[in-house]
């Protein structure tokens, strides 16, 4: 079945009407900043400062108290949304579901911002950035975001803070980053998701998990392999081991999300064996992801 065939179309046209009414009587892409302009939408006041111009002062008002004040006029902005997206192998181990699903997570999200006249860029990345979509916008774009992500391959490591540095260095525009991935990361995460957000980027970590990966029927002699580096480890695997495994996972995952708690990042926990649909309105009615 292709990744993004006629069915996935239908699914993304429905979360796309759904995000709308999540969002019923909210602003959504008309993000409004105060500017001292004219010919935009009158806003409010503010007290005259050395050095503003005079073609700003309010002489209304000057007429009528004497008091020197800069007209404020609101202008609508876009917002830059940039998916940082996990291809390194990792995420295409047991069959590549993790990867298949970051992608189809991406283009439903890319498609729901370009839809309210957003800004979208992927960026992929293992031990640094593969590649990029530059910023697009407008609906017509989602076949571009399609074929994109279809090219795109899992290999290799992981390395977050390397390839988030140079995505902060190419990308001068600050917005959302929204991460997709497994944080299967050798040096960990937090040093990564830290620069994000002292660079400013108003950062989400969409963390994929994959339940079969700790299987219960396995027991017995069996050689772990990590799928990046190769590097193997034979162990006895008991009830009791198993049991310390499935609840060293969990602990890690609620200590991520502890960790970007802490941070006001929003994380969301993605089972891949959930839908899609219930996952992506998850976000809406978490973090907002479209203000």
Known sequence: MALFDDEFLKKIEYLY???KKVFAGQKRA??????????LEFADHRNYAPGDDFRSLDWKIYGRTEK????????????????????????KSGGGVKFDYA???????????????DRVSLVPFNHGVIDRMPLCSGRGQIYRVFNFLEKLDATEETSFEDAFRTFAAQNHRRGVAVVLSDLYNPSGYEQALNFLHFQQFETYVI?????????ANMRG?????????????????TPKVYKALREAFEAYC????????????LYVRTPVDVSLDDVVLKIFRQGGFLK
Request: hydrophobic share 40%; glycine share 4%.
């Open 30 to 39: 008309e993000r409004k900043t105060k500017k001292t302009a004219t010919g």
């Open 68 to 91: 020197l004040l800069i007209r404020l006029f609101e202008e609508k902005e876009d917002l830059a949304i940039y998916f940082l997206i996990d291809c390194s192998a990792s995420m």
């Open 17 to 19: 009407v759904m995000s």
């Open 103 to 117: 992608r189809r997570m991406a283009a439903a999200l890319a498609f729901i911002g370009l839809s309210n006249m």
């Open 254 to 265: 609620l200590e991520v999300e502890a960790y970007c708690s802490r941070r006001q990042m």
């Open 207 to 215: 963390h994929l998990t994959d339940p079969s990966e700790l299987k």
């Open 221 to 237: 002699d069996v050689d772990l392999i990590d799928s990046e580096t190769g590097e193997r480890l034979s162990m006895t695997l």
